[in-house]
């Protein structure tokens, strides 16, 4: 069963008044398996200009767990987002998995997910300084968590009703992000993203953060993605120049292969194709590429 969300969209016309169209978005399931780990995730094409998508991913809450691949999808934060893309012609590529029952959107679920992105990055269809992550409470947790580990991957941010709580403020610091809290929320405390962001400021971290009067855990989670959140989110691009680069004095010390569905490799490729191609250099950095094997 495919799901669908239906998207009104209301222009304001100049000289006729309200004028309104609707477009049918189709929400594809599908399943990813990585590390022992099965991920069912659906995914939705929403047409656009451009020649490659933005990636854009949604973690959901913690009463959406399960194998169902259907549950995750009655969060109303979805329909908000895509309403925005499709309403505003972004062209993109939205993700969202479903967490399984035992676990969060922490650890070896982190490495999962990011395996998830990469297989979309690494065929070219996605514009790899346009990858979106958004999350309310797991979920926004879980955002928080994904960009304290792996910030080089996102554009932008919108983590509500989360607590990033001991993470790494420098690294999150790297990655712009709107966050929203409640006042009537008796499960995520306020203070703590209020401390956590006022250690990111040391770090000249880009942010916006609204505390809404009266909104309980639920509401933030339903209600935070306004059209104008939205725009600020979907505004940034990740500089290609910040990623890491290395001289040609540095030395690799060890380069590792995978297949292009992120397979690690024991040997070096021996037949034509395309593969992942990820080194290690002496002063411990990291690079990683997508090459075309032709030998």
């Known amino acids: 069963m495919k799901y669908r969300i ?7 016309s100049i000289i006729f008044g309200n004028k309104a169209f609707s477009q049918d978005i189709t929400f594809s399931k599908e399943n990813f398996a990585f590390g022992g780990i ?13 020649d490659r998508a933005s990636l854009v991913v949604y973690l ?11 549950t995750q999808m009655q969060e109303p934060g979805i329909q908000s987002i895509c309403t925005w893309l499709c309403k505003n012609k972004r062209k993109s590529i939205m993700l969202v998995p479903q967490c399984p029952t035992n676990m969060s959107w922490l650890g070896t679920m982190q490495d999962v997910i990011v395996r998830l992105l990469q297989t979309y990055i690494d065929r070219g ?7 979106y992550i958004f999350g309310g409470s797991m ?3 879980g955002t928080w968590n994904m960009l304290s580990v792996h910030p080089e991957l996102f554009a932008a941010a919108m983590p509500v009703a989360g607590n990033p709580t001991g993470l790494n403020a420098e690294a999150v610091a790297k990655v712009p992000l709107f966050t929203v809290m409640g006042t009537a929320d008796n499960i995520m405390k306020i203070s703590n993203v209020e401390d956590f962001l006022s250690i990111m400021d040391e770090y000249s971290a880009e942010y916006k ?3 809404e009067d009266g909104w309980t855990h639920e509401d933030v989670c339903t209600k935070s993605y306004t059209d104008e ?6 505004k940034h691009t990740k500089d290609a120049s910040a990623e890491i680069t290395h001289t040609t004095s540095e030395r690799v010390s060890k380069v590792v292969w995978y297949d292009i569905n992120g397979m690690k490799l024991s040997n070096p490729p021996k037949q034509k194709g395309v593969y992942i191609k990820k080194s290690i250099y002496d002063d411990g950095g990291l690079s990683s590429e997508k090459c075309f094997v032709n030998w």
Request: with cysteine; charged share 20%.
């Open 60 to 70: 959901h809450g913690g009463s959406s767990k399960g194998d169902d691949n259907e």
């Open 209 to 211: 953060f609204d505390i």
């Open 125 to 131: 269809i996605v514009n790899a300084n346009q990858v």
């Open 6 to 12: 239906c998207v009104l969209f209301v222009i304001l």
């Open 229 to 234: 959140r939205l725009e600020w989110v979907f």
């Open 38 to 50: 099965a991920l069912p995730y659906r995914k939705a094409d929403i047409p656009g200009s451009g």
């Open 139 to 141: 979920g926004g947790t």
